[in-house]
């Protein structure tokens, strides 16, 4: 059974920064990719970034390119998100999501991509 457990959400006013973290782990969990994805209300859950762990490609959704910045490391199954210049529409819920090494198909930039997730962390950006 696999858990992930996200943490670092918080309040900060705009132009600030904020740290997300993501720990997976259960079984013999072995993940392809990790990525983050967030859902305000009113609002359909959307892609905010991702790394597979083959050479270390990264993607980001153009709305936080340039200002968020993805790593992890796969032996640990933890991925990070650096999110710097927050914005006030940056206010969200922030979902970690896993790719099995062992699934094929499906985009990593759709949660149809992904296997597991975890309960989500809170960002709010006041203005």
């Known amino acids: 059974q696999v858990q992930l457990v996200e943490s670092g959400g918080g309040l900060v006013q705009a132009g600030g920064s904020l740290r997300l973290s993501c720990v997976a782990s259960?079984?013999?969990?072995?993940?392809?990719?990790m990525g983050w994805f967030r859902q305000a209300p009113g609002k359909e859950r959307e892609f905010v970034a991702r790394?597979?762990?083959?050479?270390?490609?990264?993607d980001y959704a153009d709305s936080v390119k340039g200002r968020f910045t993805i790593s992890g490391d796969n032996a640990k199954n933890t991925v990070y998100l650096q999110m710097n210049s927050l914005k006030p529409e940056d206010t969200a819920l922030y979902y970690c999501?896993?790719?099995?090494?062992?699934?094929?198909?499906?985009?990593?930039?759709?949660?149809?991509?992904?296997?597991?997730w975890g309960q989500g962390t809170q960002v709010t950006v006041s203005s």
């Open positions: 999501a896993v790719r099995s090494y062992y699934r094929r198909g499906s985009y990593l930039t759709e949660s149809a991509g992904y296997d597991y």
């Open positions: 259960g079984g013999t969990l072995r993940s392809y990719a």
């Open positions: 790394i597979s762990w083959s050479g270390g490609s990264t």
